[in-house]
């Protein structure tokens, strides 16, 4: 009884060792999240299910569908199982998402000691848990809104319950794990397949002997008569419910059971050989890229990801053998069978190939931040067969130092303890080398999220429509996660990809525009951008648009060259760089657009077709070297015999390169002598 307390106890205080870490964790390291856009995909699905709903309707067609949404015929649904989604939502109905991380980290340390202590006992399952909660993978995936936590939750749950029915031969256990990984199935199909294969094979070892062909013929009588078959059966049926409920999903949100979510937005992002592809990115996925990718993957994990890295790989290797000559017993085995069903499956999986970025670049791709999360599961084995060896060899120094006669009961103590010491030290050591890098490279990506989610410190302005850029394609929270939309487009901000803004507008009249902005490519990893503004945006209309530019010119300068261009051409103005601003104006009417205010023909117009970007630049020209450019883009709407414009966007171009949406003017930032100032007038009209 006081051992089985002990065991409790520590398993207890493993478990809020690791839901208070990953708590810090994430909200210091990923407080907007990560590299990985598909947390955002996760969280507008959660949010979706608080409200009830499985897709989303947007009022405006183009300019808001999330990443990774599939446009299907009854609105845009995700690309991926509802499960994981469902449990972040759990966690915002106690009071924050994060709360499930918290939780989900918690579940699995106390469930990998748990197992562990099924398969072996309670020492070798606290110091497995233990040896899981230092692995900077169970860290930092635990710690992000991604499904590879959350799915290994389950797994663990269905293992955990498959051992103890099997121990106890309960059947409520045997349900349990039937629940359990049914759902796991839902969640991630592949990966709930490739977890439970091992344990499948078990589940058949123990039917050995209990079923024949006699036997078979009455399947009822045998499912009550025996003990095993009734246990399996139980959870094969509850396993099966879940695989059903999957396919029951897919039918509602793509129209055929068979055709699952990710299947219906890339149909050749699949399991297999062959041709792979998800938007544009393709590849021949070779069964020699496959092992390439594979073998890269893996020596990442043990080398990089797992606690004490290569020592801990070593020690689960010996960990395995020692269980060997042991004799390794049939609910030991499951656990050994990941080592195979794992690492294989995963060859089939063009997934580990895209991880790695450029296969010949070390430190290159999503792993080199978050690491190899489609093995996230070996972390069980790694950590269990670790435990074993550690403990073999403490036994071994114990027995070899009390055989000598120089040693007493006492000094073969003393000789345990310090090989636990040692190993402890050098499992640490390493530890926090191998976790140093992707810390430091997830904190950069936070600072630079920083800077660019500045302008929403606070929360965005209240009753507002935020028109986004869009770096990656027509996608919202790609990459800006941290500004999602409500699903019924009614929170306190409205976002909207700036491809549409009259139409956009028009959708949300009683909301202030407002137009987000940054500066410098969108490179994280590499602290850009440097800088980001929220733009309010006047929406004016009327027979003739007048915007005033005025720009200020540093000391210095040659001359400043103003264009204007639409679809009809350029015109230009030249004046003088002596003074410290230059101001001029575009009138524009409901068919043409002229530059006033620095001389040239009175005459010289431009034609105005329809819904277009008028654009003007500034070019102060300080010789090589030193010169920049002001952008102006004037969004125009003359399609109904009167004009309408919204206030530009203005850039601030060190380079002609430069400018084309990444180099937004941050009036904060802007060097002395550098200043911007529109003023967007209507006559005939209202603003």
């Not at 990774?68 to 972040?88: N, Q, T």
């Not at 790694?382 to 006492?410: E, G, H």
């Not at 989610?453 to 919202?476: I, M, Q, R």
């Not at 987000?516 to 994280?524: D, E, I, K, S, T």
């Given at each position: 009884m006081m051992r089985r307390r002990s065991a409790t106890l520590g398993t207890a205080a493993l478990a809020l060792a690791g839901a208070l870490l990953v708590w810090f964790v994430s909200t210091t390291l990923f407080p907007y999240h990560s590299l990985n856009h598909d947390e955002a995909v996760y969280l507008q699905q959660a949010a979706m299910l608080l409200e009830g709903q499985l897709s989303l309707d947007p009022p405006v067609e183009g300019v808001f569908r999330p990443w990774f949404f599939v446009d299907g015929p009854e609105g845009l649904y995700p690309k991926y199982a509802p499960v994981p989604a469902a449990m972040f939502a759990v966690g915002e109905l106690l009071g924050g998402y994060r709360l499930t991380l918290v939780a989900v980290a918690a579940g699995n340390l106390a469930l990998a000691a748990g197992v562990v202590r099924e398969a072996?006992?309670?020492?070798?399952?606290l110091l497995a848990g233990a040896l899981v909660l230092a692995s900077p993978l169970f860290v930092i995936t635990s710690s992000v809104f991604l499904p590879y936590a959350p799915t290994h939750v389950l797994n663990l749950a269905f293992a955990y319950c498959y051992l103890r029915a099997d121990r106890t031969g309960r059947r409520r256990w045997a349900a349990a794990a039937g629940a359990a990984v049914g759902l796991a199935f839902f969640a991630r199909p592949f990966t709930a397949v490739l977890f439970a294969l091992p344990f499948v094979g078990h589940a058949l070892w123990t039917l050995r002997g209990e079923v024949d062909v006699a036997r078979l013929r009455e399947p009822l009588a045998l499912v009550r008569d025996s003990d095993a078959v009734g246990r399996q059966a139980t959870t094969a049926a509850l396993g099966l419910a879940g695989v059903a409920l999957a396919l029951g999903y897919n039918a509602v949100v793509t129209g055929h059971a068979l055709t699952f979510p990710y299947a219906a937005f890339a149909p050749l992002d699949g399991l297999g050989f062959g041709r792979r592809r998800i938007l544009n990115h393709e590849v021949a996925y070779t069964p020699e890229l496959a092992l390439a990718a594979n073998g890269r993957v893996l020596w990442i994990f043990f080398a990089k990801w797992l606690a004490g890295g290569l020592v801990t790989a070593a020690l689960a290797g010996l960990g395995v053998a020692v269980a060997a000559r042991r004799g390794l017993t049939a609910r030991q085995a499951p656990l050994a069978g990941l080592f195979v069903s794992v690492p294989v499956g995963n060859v089939y999986f063009w997934g580990n190939f895209n991880v790695l970025g450029d296969l010949d670049t070390a430190g290159d791709g999503l792993v080199s931040a978050l690491g190899p999360y489609y093995h996230f599961d070996?972390?069980?084995?790694?950590?269990?067969?670790?435990?074993?060896?550690?403990?073999?060899?403490?036994?071994?120094?114990?027995s070899t130092?009390?055989?000598?006669?120089?040693?007493d009961r006492r000094g073969a103590r003393v000789a345990a303890l310090a090989t636990v010491l040692v190993l402890a030290g050098v499992v640490g050591a390493v530890t926090a080398d191998v976790a140093r890098e992707p810390v430091e490279r997830n904190a950069e990506v936070t600072d630079s999220y920083e800077r660019a989610y500045e302008p929403f410190a606070g929360g965005p302005p209240a009753n507002s429509l935020v028109l986004l850029p869009d770096p990656y394609g027509n996608w919202l929270n790609h990459p800006f996660q941290a500004v999602r939309n409500d699903p019924g487009f009614d929170g306190r901000a409205v976002y909207a990809i700036d491809d549409r803004p009259f139409a956009t507008a028009d959708a949300f009249p009683e909301r202030t525009l407002y137009r987000y902005a940054y500066r410098g490519g969108w490179a994280p990893y590499d602290g850009s951008p440097s800088a980001a503004r929220l733009q309010r945006v006047e929406d004016v209309r009327g027979d003739r648009l007048t915007l005033t530019a005025t720009v200020g010119v540093p000391s210095g300068a040659e001359s400043v060259t103003v264009r204007v261009g639409t679809g009809d051409g350029s015109v230009y103005r030249v004046a003088s760089g002596g003074n410290s601003a230059v101001e001029f104006r575009l009138v524009v009417t409901d068919e043409r657009v002229a530059v006033e205010g620095l001389g040239g023909p009175a005459d010289e117009t431009l034609a105005v077709d329809g819904v277009e970007t008028v654009r003007a630049s500034a070019f102060v020209d300080y010789g090589p070297g030193g010169s920049f450019t002001y952008r102006f883009d004037l969004p125009v709407d003359a399609t109904d015999g009167r004009v309408r414009a919204l206030t530009p966007g203005v850039e601030l171009c060190r380079g002609v390169r430069s400018c084309g949406g990444e180099a937004?003017?941050?009036?904060?930032t802007a060097p002395e002598g550098v200043s911007v100032e529109t003023d967007l007038t209507a006559t005939g009209g209202d603003t």
């Amino acid at each position: 009884m006081m051992r089985r307390r002990s065991a409790t106890l520590g398993t207890a205080a493993l478990a809020l060792a690791g839901a208070l870490l990953v708590w810090f964790v994430s909200t210091t390291l990923f407080p907007y999240h990560s590299l990985n856009h598909d947390e955002a995909v996760y969280l507008q699905q959660a949010a979706m299910l608080l409200e009830g709903q499985l897709s989303l309707d947007p009022p405006v067609e183009g300019v808001f569908r999330p990443w990774f949404f599939v446009d299907g015929p009854e609105g845009l649904y995700p690309k991926y199982a509802p499960v994981p989604a469902a449990m972040f939502a759990v966690g915002e109905l106690l009071g924050g998402y994060r709360l499930t991380l918290v939780a989900v980290a918690a579940g699995n340390l106390a469930l990998a000691a748990g197992v562990v202590r099924e398969a072996f006992d309670a020492r070798t399952g606290l110091l497995a848990g233990a040896l899981v909660l230092a692995s900077p993978l169970f860290v930092i995936t635990s710690s992000v809104f991604l499904p590879y936590a959350p799915t290994h939750v389950l797994n663990l749950a269905f293992a955990y319950c498959y051992l103890r029915a099997d121990r106890t031969g309960r059947r409520r256990w045997a349900a349990a794990a039937g629940a359990a990984v049914g759902l796991a199935f839902f969640a991630r199909p592949f990966t709930a397949v490739l977890f439970a294969l091992p344990f499948v094979g078990h589940a058949l070892w123990t039917l050995r002997g209990e079923v024949d062909v006699a036997r078979l013929r009455e399947p009822l009588a045998l499912v009550r008569d025996s003990d095993a078959v009734g246990r399996q059966a139980t959870t094969a049926a509850l396993g099966l419910a879940g695989v059903a409920l999957a396919l029951g999903y897919n039918a509602v949100v793509t129209g055929h059971a068979l055709t699952f979510p990710y299947a219906a937005f890339a149909p050749l992002d699949g399991l297999g050989f062959g041709r792979r592809r998800i938007l544009n990115h393709e590849v021949a996925y070779t069964p020699e890229l496959a092992l390439a990718a594979n073998g890269r993957v893996l020596w990442i994990f043990f080398a990089k990801w797992l606690a004490g890295g290569l020592v801990t790989a070593a020690l689960a290797g010996l960990g395995v053998a020692v269980a060997a000559r042991r004799g390794l017993t049939a609910r030991q085995a499951p656990l050994a069978g990941l080592f195979v069903s794992v690492p294989v499956g995963n060859v089939y999986f063009w997934g580990n190939f895209n991880v790695l970025g450029d296969l010949d670049t070390a430190g290159d791709g999503l792993v080199s931040a978050l690491g190899p999360y489609y093995h996230f599961d070996l972390l069980l084995p790694a950590a269990a067969f670790a435990a074993v060896a550690v403990f073999a060899l403490v036994d071994y120094v114990r027995s070899t130092a009390a055989a000598r006669p120089q040693f007493d009961r006492r000094g073969a103590r003393v000789a345990a303890l310090a090989t636990v010491l040692v190993l402890a030290g050098v499992v640490g050591a390493v530890t926090a080398d191998v976790a140093r890098e992707p810390v430091e490279r997830n904190a950069e990506v936070t600072d630079s999220y920083e800077r660019a989610y500045e302008p929403f410190a606070g929360g965005p302005p209240a009753n507002s429509l935020v028109l986004l850029p869009d770096p990656y394609g027509n996608w919202l929270n790609h990459p800006f996660q941290a500004v999602r939309n409500d699903p019924g487009f009614d929170g306190r901000a409205v976002y909207a990809i700036d491809d549409r803004p009259f139409a956009t507008a028009d959708a949300f009249p009683e909301r202030t525009l407002y137009r987000y902005a940054y500066r410098g490519g969108w490179a994280p990893y590499d602290g850009s951008p440097s800088a980001a503004r929220l733009q309010r945006v006047e929406d004016v209309r009327g027979d003739r648009l007048t915007l005033t530019a005025t720009v200020g010119v540093p000391s210095g300068a040659e001359s400043v060259t103003v264009r204007v261009g639409t679809g009809d051409g350029s015109v230009y103005r030249v004046a003088s760089g002596g003074n410290s601003a230059v101001e001029f104006r575009l009138v524009v009417t409901d068919e043409r657009v002229a530059v006033e205010g620095l001389g040239g023909p009175a005459d010289e117009t431009l034609a105005v077709d329809g819904v277009e970007t008028v654009r003007a630049s500034a070019f102060v020209d300080y010789g090589p070297g030193g010169s920049f450019t002001y952008r102006f883009d004037l969004p125009v709407d003359a399609t109904d015999g009167r004009v309408r414009a919204l206030t530009p966007g203005v850039e601030l171009c060190r380079g002609v390169r430069s400018c084309g949406g990444e180099a937004a003017y941050v009036p904060a930032t802007a060097p002395e002598g550098v200043s911007v100032e529109t003023d967007l007038t209507a006559t005939g009209g209202d603003t």
